[in-house]
């Protein structure tokens, strides 16, 4: 099994700035991707940013020029740098992983509990 632990989220003024962690752990062989989503109440999980294991990373239009994802390979660990928050970014952020456990080319997606972010003056 493989455990995703998040942890950066909290209150933030607008314009402030958070930057959220998630370390993956367990049977893992190796992580092909990892990606942080986010679901505002009554709105569906929508994709923020994402980083493949080549290093190319994709963010959703909302966010570019604002947040920034990166990835500690070494500890399993992916970050999201969020700079400039607004109240629209408030929602319950997901790290998400692709990941084979073992030498067979299978691979498998694991989430993270969530983080709670709110942006409030």
């Known amino acids: 099994q493989v455990q995703l632990v998040e942890s950066g989220g909290g209150l933030v003024h607008p314009g402030g700035s958070l930057r959220l962690s998630c370390t993956a752990s367990?049977?893992?062989?190796?992580?092909?991707?990892m990606g942080w989503y986010r679901q505002a109440p009554g709105k569906q999980r929508e994709s923020v940013a994402g980083l493949t294991d080549g290093g190319s990373t994709n963010y959703a239009d909302s966010v570019k020029g604002r947040f920034t994802i990166s990835r500690d390979n070494a500890n399993n660990t992916v970050y999201l740098q969020m700079n400039s928050l607004k109240p629209e970014d408030t929602a319950v952020y997901y790290c998400?992983?692709?990941?084979?456990?073992?030498?067979?080319?299978?691979?498998?997606?694991?989430w993270g509990q969530g983080t709670q972010v709110t942006v409030s003056s």
């Open positions: 367990g049977s893992i062989f190796s992580i092909n991707g």
């Open positions: 998400r992983a692709v990941v084979r456990t073992s030498p067979s080319p299978n691979r498998y997606q694991y």
